[in-house]
């Protein structure tokens, strides 16, 4: 018996000619016992062919996301899923960029993104590209996110030139495997729950060329869809219109009126998680089918207003509620009595109240951000940080909540 011994291992191969030491390396786990399935991605192609893989593997090499017959027998999800320990080797630097960026452009990243376990990832490229700033910054995302980087080494390169970037030698690599089997790599604390976030503003049209909105960056709900998803959620995020990217690795529905924010909220229901973090708009216009005319008699138009449904109050009330709802609170004045009279009247667990203008400084668009947790018991000014910062710290609250939860459960067992 070995460490490898029935357990089954997912190779992706990229572009690089260190992909032939991949053969060595699949050799190792057949004779230590385990199996392999492999990926080979167009780069990998190149340097090793899917015949030699799969006769070494024992099974077809797997290579194309479009192939029907491929995800019929193999879909991307259940190659990832049905490995005990997922390598990359080698690990190109495009293939790195793609996970940094969560892509699924292919079907190695495919099977990456759809992953529910951190992968070891054996870098091989030219020094330069190693070293360049990109590069490096990806692999700092990639730890992160709670992956692990295996080399590379210093040595003479196939490029003719010398330096960090020579992928480890399949016995190292094999190891590295062994390594993680014996010790599995932690299983992220959020993973199997679900989390709703909602973010941005919501535009109500007051005739097709004009609307009623809050101000709202997005920036401090998509960082707690980010630091949940990291923390291992299956996060969807509701969002309004917002001039930054969908996170990484997160479902993003984009609406654009409270009306519609609702119905995707309550068709992603039942959750285990909701944090309401947009600005949603508390009333609506009644729409006007044309562009409304100026008089030319120096009156304006009434704008008839109704109001929009709540979100945060409807999902703490909902039949499938989840088992923590979070809402925030702007304020500009009376912080702590309008957060805890927010928190009765939505019916939600936490209220993250925060003055809407800090010291004179706004926090609309800022990446700062200062808060004050409101539970029914407590209150806990949070220092003034990054809204990715609180957005952590309110992920680590999350936790916390659904561990006593659970410990309560079990205790009434
Ligand atoms: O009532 P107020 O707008 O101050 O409450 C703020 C909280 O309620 C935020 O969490 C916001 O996302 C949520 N909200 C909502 N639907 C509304 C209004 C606010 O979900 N229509």
Redesign the pocket.
């Known amino acids: 018996m070995t460490e490898v011994t029935d357990k089954s291992v997912l190779l992706i191969i990229s572009g690089g000619i260190a992909a032939y030491k991949s053969l060595e390396l699949i050799r190792l786990i057949k004779k230590g016992g385990g199996s392999v399935r492999c990926i080979l991605t167009k780069g990998g192609e190149q340097f090793v062919t899917p015949l030699s893989v799969s006769a070494l593997c024992e099974e077809q090499a797997y290579t194309d996301l479009w192939s029907l017959k491929d995800e019929t027998e193999m879909g991307h999800i259940r190659l990832s899923r049905e490995a005990d320990v997922i390598i990359i080797a080698p690990a190109s630097a495009n293939l790195i960029a793609q996970m940094a960026q969560g892509r699924a452009d292919d079907l190695a990243s495919t099977a990456l993104l759809a992953s529910d376990k951190p992968a070891l990832i054996a870098p091989a490229m030219n020094v330069r590209m190693w070293e360049n700033p990109a590069t490096k910054a990806n692999i700092e995302k990639l730890k992160e996110y709670g992956h692990t980087i295996i080399g590379p080494t210093e040595g003479d390169m196939a490029c003719g030139e010398y330096g960090m970037g020579r992928m480890l030698e399949p016995e190292e690599i094999f190891v590295a495997i062994t390594g993680a089997l014996e010790q599995p790599l932690p299983k992220k604390k959020l993973t199997g729950k679900t989390a709703l976030v909602?973010s941005g503003p919501t535009y109500e049209a007051i005739d097709p060329v004009r609307f009623i909105g809050n101000r709202s960056s997005g920036k401090q709900g998509h960082a707690i869809a980010t630091a949940l998803q990291q923390a291992g959620a299956d996060v969807t995020l509701v969002t309004g219109p917002v001039n930054i990217p969908d996170p990484a690795g997160v479902k993003t529905i984009h609406i654009q009126t409270?009306a519609e924010?609702?119905k995707a909220c309550e068709d992603t229901l039942p959750a285990d998680i909701a944090v309401?973090?947009?600005?949603?708009?508390?009333w609506a216009p009644k729409q006007h089918e044309q562009k409304i005319k100026k008089r030319g008699d120096s009156s304006a138009p009434n704008i008839e207003l109704s109001e929009?449904?709540?979100?945060?109050?409807?999902?703490s009330n909902h039949k499938n509620r989840p088992e923590i709802v979070?809402?925030?609170?702007?304020?500009t004045e009376n912080l702590e009595e309008n957060g805890q009279a927010?928190l009765a009247?939505?019916g939600?667990d936490i209220?993250l109240a925060n003055l809407v203008a800090q010291d004179g400084a706004e926090v609309f668009g800022t990446d700062q951000n200062q808060v004050s947790c409101i539970t029914a018991s407590a209150v806990d000014n949070w220092a003034p940080m990054t809204k990715s910062a609180i957005a952590k710290k309110l992920t680590d609250t999350i936790i916390n909540a659904l561990n006593q939860t659970e410990t309560l459960k079990s205790a009434a067992e």
Do not use: H, R
């Not at 309401?276 to 508390?282: E, G, P």
């Not at 929009?308 to 999902?315: R, S």
């Not at 979070?326 to 304020?331: L, V």
């Open positions: 909602t409270a924010m609702l309401c973090a947009a600005a949603v708009s508390d929009n449904p709540d979100i945060l109050k409807t999902i979070i809402g925030f609170a702007a304020e927010k009247k939505k939600c209220i």
